[in-house]
């Protein structure tokens, strides 16, 4: 069983691996705190809406526990109200310890460890980032042929994550289960929230009062390419010959001597000024222009992200890496596919593979929590019961704080 509550969702999962590797998601349900008030997530909301469904959630949950086997022993197995059957009982549970806002962990980890202490079984508080580095592992456990005598957890590591999304861009390099370093980092906003913001600036008055939310990335990728073609790839648009503005990579001087300066760094702010800027200019910019606008500032935002990348797999440390995961909400944008697609190819990393998790395990969820709980739990680790919440927690072990495994409360077993 898997608690999730670092943010405003609180997420309840139930998660079962079978001898062959492969997983079994009995159970994955979130409830979002209602923030729209307050135009961002508030922590006395989110706070209270964890105290609230919390409960709620994890007893639907033990619904949905497999039924106990004839042969398994008493303490192997749950009586749950309302069935007239025994069900398994977890072999132990996983909480999101950190990083995230101190009294939303905290309502996640003392239910956990009331669980834990109820059933007599360990719990585990692992760290969200790592879960989110994890997932595709997931995604190829669940995807994995329940019938196979073995499967291999895909990707192996190393591997490269590109974590695209409206609160974050990172590239983040997963060595071993423990040692993920965070490769590039944006020094201001995030890319999905500079393409929202674009977004505003570009699409005609008429879409945006159409939107269902002010999400609008998904309405920039259909006004740009209406057909789902690129017509002629992903060729530039040859904006600054048809007309009269342009949009400047970011960090794109080089560093002195032509070292390239930065490229721990990426940064969405320029693009959203730049774009705001040009459409001010234009007060009556037709919807031709407004289509090339938009086509130019994804290019130039995802050619951006593209760029770190290259510069990650060129170092000598990157060497074995053969997958590059892209997840968060931006990676269901299928231009950035190809342009990544594009870009790989015609630099010779035609061997590096592209994974996009599906999108509902790329946002918080306790499913990738229970998952990294597998993981943790297989290499020996225990949390102890005095553990507490960790707002600030990295998943670096070269970090301050160590790292995943550098903070106290870990317990081995052999
Ligand atoms: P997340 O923070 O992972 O929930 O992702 C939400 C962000 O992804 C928002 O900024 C969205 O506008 C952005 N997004 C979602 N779909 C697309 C898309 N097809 N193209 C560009 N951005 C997108
Ligand atoms: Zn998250």
């Keep these: 069983m898997a608690i999730e509550t670092s943010c405003d969702d609180t997420s309840v999962a139930v998660l079962e691996k079978h001898t062959n590797k492969s997983v079994i998601l009995y159970f994955n349900k979130k409830i979002t705190s209602d923030n729209r008030l307050y135009g961002g997530v508030y922590p006395i909301v989110a706070h209270e809406s964890h105290q609230k469904n919390i409960a709620v959630l994890v007893n639907e949950a033990l619904h949905s526990l ?51 202490v109820a059933w007599q079984v360990p719990v585990l508080g692992v760290n969200h980032m790592q879960a989110h580095a994890l997932t595709p592992r997931l995604v190829s456990a669940l995807n994995a042929n329940k019938a196979a005598a073995s499967v291999e957890t895909d990707p192996s590591f190393p591997f490269l994550t590109l974590l695209v999304s409206g609160g974050h861009t990172m590239l983040v390099h997963s060595r071993e289960l423990c040692d993920h370093e965070i490769l590039a980092n944006t020094t201001d906003i995030a890319i999905g929230d500079m393409i929202d913001k674009c977004a505003r600036d570009i699409l005609p008055q008429s879409i945006l009062d159409s939107a269902p939310d002010v999400m609008y990335g998904p309405l920039l990728e259909k006004f740009a390419f209406p057909d789902g073609e690129f017509n002629g790839g992903i060729a530039r648009f040859a904006a600054q010959s048809e007309y009269d503005w342009k949009i400047n990579r970011p960090y794109g001087r080089s560093g002195p001597k032509g070292t390239s300066s930065h490229a721990s760094s990426f940064s969405y702010s320029g693009i959203g000024s730049c774009v705001r800027r040009i459409v001010e200019q234009k007060p009556g910019m037709d919807d031709t222009e407004r289509t090339v606008l ?56 035609q061997d590096v593979r592209l994974i996009f998790p599906p999108p509902k395990f790329c946002t918080d969820n306790a499913a990738m929590i229970g998952w990294t709980g597998l993981e943790m739990y297989e290499a020996g680790w225990r949390t102890e019961l005095a553990a507490t919440a960790i707002n600030k927690w990295a998943i670096d072990p070269k970090a301050g704080d160590g790292g995943i495994l550098g903070i106290g409360g870990w317990r081995k077993v052999t």
């Excluded at 042969?71 to 132990?92: C, I, W």
């Excluded at 938009?294 to 060497?319: G, I, W």
Aim: without cysteine; aromatic residues 4%; glycine residues 8%.
């Design 66 to 116: 497999p039924p106990a086997k004839p042969e398994d022993a008493q303490h192997k197995t749950l009586y749950v109200s309302g069935a007239n059957l025994l069900r398994a009982k977890p072999d132990f549970v996983t909480v999101t310890r950190g990083p995230g806002m101190r009294a939303s962990l905290i309502t996640g980890m003392d239910m956990a460890k009331g669980l834990a």
């Design 294 to 349: 938009a086509k130019e500032t994804m290019r130039v935002a995802f050619e951006h992200l593209a760029s770190r990348v290259l510069l990650a797999l060129k170092t000598s440390d990157a060497k074995d890496i053969k997958t590059l995961v892209v997840s968060g909400g931006v990676a269901s944008n299928q231009y950035l596919k190809a342009i990544l697609r594009n870009i790989l190819d015609i630099n010779g990393y």
